[in-house]
C-alpha cells in the first residue's frame, strides 16, 4: 500500500513523464479541424497505456536486457519524433483532404501509436529504475497511466484550440516541438 509521501512522488514521476505525451497530443489537437472528444479520448488513452505500460516492461526486462537497450534507447525516440514532426511539418502546408461528408480525415492510428512508443522510451527507464527501488510496479504504473491519461486529454483541446486560429503556424511549431523533444531525449542520454 502507498503511503501518501509516496503518492505525491509517483503523481511528480507521472507529470515528469507525460510532459513528452502532454507536447505530442497538444500537436494532435492542432491538426484536428473540428474538436472530436472521442478523439481526444482515444489520444489519450494510447499515450496513457503506452506510459503506463513501459514502466512495467523496463521493470520486467531491468535484469535481461537493460544493458542491451540503454545505448539505443535515446536514439530510437529521437528517429520516432524526428520523422513524426518532420512528416507534422510537410502537412501543415498540405491541405487536408476532406469526405464527401465534409468531417476531416481519421486519425492516424499507426502515427499515434508511434507517437505513444516515442514520448514513453523514458518511461521503461524509470520502469528499471523501479525495480531497483522495489516499488510496487502496479500501482506506479497505474498512476503515472493515468496522470498521462488526464493531461494529454486536456492538451488535445488545448491544441485544438490554438490551431483553430493559427492552423498552418501552430501545425509547423508542433512539429518543430517533436523533433526538439526527440533531440531532449537525444542529449540528455548523450550528455548523462
Do not use: C
Request: hydrophobic share 65%.
Amino acid at each position: 500500500m502507498l503511503t501518501d509521501v509516496d503518492i505525491i512522488a509517483l503523481l511528480l514521476v507521472g507529470v515528469g513523464l507525460a510532459a513528452d505525451a502532454f507536447a505530442a497530443a497538444l500537436t494532435q489537437g492542432v491538426h484536428m479541424r473540428q474538436l472530436s472528444y472521442r478523439v481526444a479520448l482515444l489520444i489519450a488513452v494510447v499515450f496513457g497505456a503506452f506510459q503506463g505500460l513501459m514502466p512495467v516492461l523496463g521493470w520486467a526486462l531491468a535484469s535481461q536486457f537493460s544493458q542491451v537497450l540503454a545505448p539505443i534507447d535515446h536514439w530510437i525516440a529521437f528517429a520516432l519524433l524526428a520523422l513524426i514532426g518532420a512528416h507534422m511539418i510537410r502537412e501543415a502546408f498540405v491541405v487536408e483532404e476532406e469526405d464527401a461528408s465534409g468531417e476531416q480525415a481519421a486519425i492516424n492510428l499507426k502515427t499515434l501509436l508511434l507517437l505513444g512508443i516515442g514520448t514513453s522510451v523514458d518511461a521503461a527507464a524509470i520502469g528499471v529504475s523501479f525495480a531497483m527501488l522495489a516499488v510496487n510496479i502496479v500501482e506506479a504504473a497505474a498512476i503515472i497511466a493515468l496522470v498521462t491519461f488526464a493531461l494529454s486529454f486536456v492538451a488535445v483541446i488545448i491544441g485544438h484550440r490554438v490551431g483553430a486560429r493559427f492552423r498552418t503556424p501552430a501545425a509547423v511549431a508542433g512539429g518543430l516541438v517533436l523533433i526538439a523533444l526527440g533531440a531532449k531525449i537525444l542529449i540528455e542520454h548523450l550528455t548523462t
